[in-house]
């Protein structure tokens, strides 16, 4: 059964920079052949896309995003990685990987397995 596991710091400074780190196990989602993205939920609104790797390590971010992420993966260890620079207050959210299996690559439905989810916490 798949699973996949956020871990990282629950708050952060604001201009400071998030890493996050997820680990996929299980199933054929450890494989090659699927992209793993990040997806966002800031508190009392919808999820956010922020982007996505291929198996090949080509990235596709949300242009809002974009200057300020970036993601990354190492399929040996079955791990995708988020850094995130100039944190702002409105950063703050709960953070999910998730796997996509199919449709388009920037909706959040595209993704079928996901995360618990981490809570980000931009603060001073």
């Known amino acids: 059964q798949a699973q996949l596991q956020e871990s990282g710091p629950g708050l952060v400074k604001p201009s400071q920079t998030l890493s996050l780190t997820c680990t996929v196990s299980g199933g054929s989602i450890t494989t090659s052949y699927y992209a793993w993205s990040w997806i966002r939920q800031p508190p009392g609104k919808g999820l956010e896309w922020m982007g996505v790797?291929?198996?090949?390590?080509?990235?596709y971010y949300s242009p809002s995003l974009k200057s300020r992420t970036s993601i990354s993966r190492d399929n040996a260890k079955n791990t995708e990685y988020l850094q995130m620079n100039s944190l702002k207050p409105e950063d703050t959210a709960t953070y999910y990987c998730?796997?996509?299996?199919?449709?388009?690559?920037?909706?959040?439905?595209?993704?079928?397995?996901w995360g618990q989810g981490t809570q980000v916490t931009v603060s001073s």
């Open positions: 790797i291929a198996y090949d390590g080509s990235t």
């Open positions: 998730a796997v996509f299996t199919g449709g388009a690559i920037n909706l959040p439905k595209s993704y079928n397995y």
